[in-house]
């Protein structure tokens, strides 16, 4: 295990160097102006990373308040998409003819953008948070459902006739080993759900909403409020992170076998 | 449910298991267009042991799959003890694949104790009994290692109790050591000898090692190549499961071990 340590101090040092570089180039570019003349623009609406900071700091109250507003939405649309889509896979690969009756569809389903159609969702749904959590869910439920359907059929035949003989039911095959054989790629999905969720929920507040912050991003478009936005999309990318590493968390206590 | 089980301290006993003799009759099987298996008839008497050898892809595996109830012949009976029925084949033979498949999210222990598990016994008691295997075979102390913990023989080992506790009176053994290097093998074929003198079962032994099976069986039969048939039958000349070192150099051994190749160099060619 020693050598490893090095090398998990260069995976998180070598990033943080290069962010860091990044920041002091943008502070460099956008204190000094040469941005804003370049694109000759008024110098508040290049904000620095000081000033988002800044920013970030005053308007704290705020963009807690709305924060919690679309993690919300988040939470309850990532939860939906992985009920329904791996309830989708288990009925697809319990029953062939319901894969190969729904499978293409949605493959197809995917050629839609859900986000065109997230007006119609707010009409349906009204402007509360039951449209969000449509559309969170309906961007979310596509990798999952792929994702735990892969799963299921990774099990090995070999595995199936051993289990077979041995007297398992239906049941027993699923809950002892197509079920653990499915998990982490379960988890795999929650992954990539995770990332896409964000941009769900800011999709779905601009096609109808009063608090969130995807709807603070679109009010402050309207007032040039730059430095909120990027402050706001700071807020909006640490959600993410935050519930990308409960995923990691969650993921190493459950398939702890790996 | 398990009655080889019951008595631990069981002596060495080569009697029979009833009813569980198994009998093959012009058996055939195809996967469409494909005549995997052709009029293939095997007999094993309850409490025997009958390796079946053969070129790759005769059709050794679907074989063993038609025997233990998880395939259907084209043409001709499977029966064991005396019932063709897919169902009581699957009742009363139990499956080991080539590959120990034990399942990493599970130790050792419950790995081996799963057909108790299926079969509706709850954890502890599946445990007990599970341990009680355990030590009279070697793998006492490691009830509670991961499978990727365990040697590649440990985990055949595992793997075979996993077949044995099940209860079921005939065996089918896909190459349970070909995985194995050379020096384990030999180990795990004395091993097994000596589980089946403890716990006696109706066998049938897929191998490509024509040495392992006359070793560990009492007949062997060679499979041509595809589509299989039975070319040779071969009483093994040595009794079953004696010390290896003598036994493989024993002249009727090595007699035999000569007549089985050529009778798989011909086969091979094709029939």
């Given at each position: 295990m020693r050598p490893q340590r090095t090398t998990r101090w260069r995976r998180v040092l070598l990033p943080g160097l290069l962010l860091a570089a990044l920041i002091g180039l943008w502070q460099i570019a956008a204190s000094s102006g040469a941005v804003a003349e370049l694109l000759s623009?008024?110098?508040?609406?290049?904000?620095?990373p000081a000033e988002i900071a800044q920013s970030l700091w005053e308007n704290r109250g705020l963009l807690a308040e709305n924060a919690w507003v679309t993690l919300r939405e988040m939470l309850f649309g990532i939860l939906a998409a992985i009920v329904v889509g791996v309830g989708f896979a288990v009925v697809m690969h319990r029953w062939r003819v319901m894969r190969d009756a729904a499978y293409p569809l949605i493959i197809a389903s995917?050629?839609?953008?859900?986000l065109v159609i997230a007006p119609i969702l707010t009409v349906w749904?009204?402007?509360?948070i039951a449209p969000k959590v449509v559309i969170i869910a309906l961007v979310c439920f596509f990798p999952l459902t792929i994702n735990a359907l892969d799963g299921l059929r990774a099990v090995e035949p070999e595995a199936v006739k051993m289990m077979r003989s041995l007297d398992a039911s239906r049941w027993q095959l699923f809950r002892r080993v197509e079920a653990p054989t499915a998990l982490p790629h379960v988890f795999t999905g929650a992954k990539i759900a995770v990332v896409i969720a964000p941009i769900g929920a800011v999709f779905a507040e601009w096609a109808g909403?009063?608090?969130?912050l995807g709807h603070l991003i679109q009010s402050d478009t309207a007032n040039f409020e730059v430095a909120r936005q990027f402050a706001t999309v700071v807020v909006l990318s640490a959600m993410a992170l935050a519930l990308m590493a409960l995923t990691v968390l969650a993921e190493r206590r459950v398939v702890g076998w790996r | 449910m398990n009655p080889q089980l019951?008595?631990?301290?069981?002596?060495?006993t080569t009697a029979a298991v009833p009813g569980s003799e198994l009998s093959l009759r012009g058996v055939s099987h195809s996967y469409g267009e494909i005549?995997?298996?052709?009029e293939v008839d095997l007999q094993v008497e309850s409490g025997g042991v009958v390796g079946v050898v053969g070129p790759s892809g005769c059709g050794k595996s679907t074989l063993l799959e038609l025997i233990c109830g998880l395939r259907e012949p084209s043409g001709g009976t499977v029966a064991i003890g005396g019932s063709s029925a897919a169902g009581d084949r699957l009742a009363r033979c139990a499956f080991m694949p080539?590959?120990?498949?034990?399942?990493?999210?599970?130790?050792a222990i419950d790995n081996a104790a799963i057909a108790l598990r299926n079969q509706g016994m709850r954890r502890e008691p599946a445990r007990a009994a599970a341990r009680d295997l355990f030590e009279r075979f070697g793998l006492?102390?490691?009830?509670?290692?991961?499978?990727?913990?365990?040697?590649g023989g440990m985990r055949q080992r595992v793997a075979f109790l996993r077949t044995l506790i099940a209860g079921k009176p005939v065996l089918a053994l896909d190459?349970?050591?070909?995985?194995?290097d050379a020096i384990t093998r030999g180990e795990m074929q004395e091993w097994l000898a000596a589980a089946l003198r403890a716990d006696p079962r109706t066998v049938v032994l897929v191998t490509h090692d024509v040495e392992e099976a006359l070793y560990l069986c009492d007949r062997v039969a060679v499979l041509s190549a595809r589509?299989?048939?039975?070319i040779a039958e071969l009483s093994v000349p040595?009794?079953?499961?004696?010390?290896r070192d003598a036994a493989v150099t024993d002249p009727a051994f090595v007699a035999a071990r000569e007549e089985a190749l050529q009778a798989l160099r011909h086969g091979s060619r094709g029939s």
């Open positions: 623009l008024e110098p508040y609406l290049v904000p620095s995917q050629t839609i953008p859900v749904f009204g402007y509360g909403s009063s608090a969130g | 019951a008595d631990p301290n069981r002596t060495e005549a995997t298996l052709a080539q590959r120990d498949l034990l399942l990493p999210w599970y130790s006492g102390g490691f009830e509670n290692a991961r499978p990727a913990e365990l040697s190459e349970p050591f070909a995985a194995l589509p299989g048939r039975v040595t009794r079953r499961g004696e010390n």
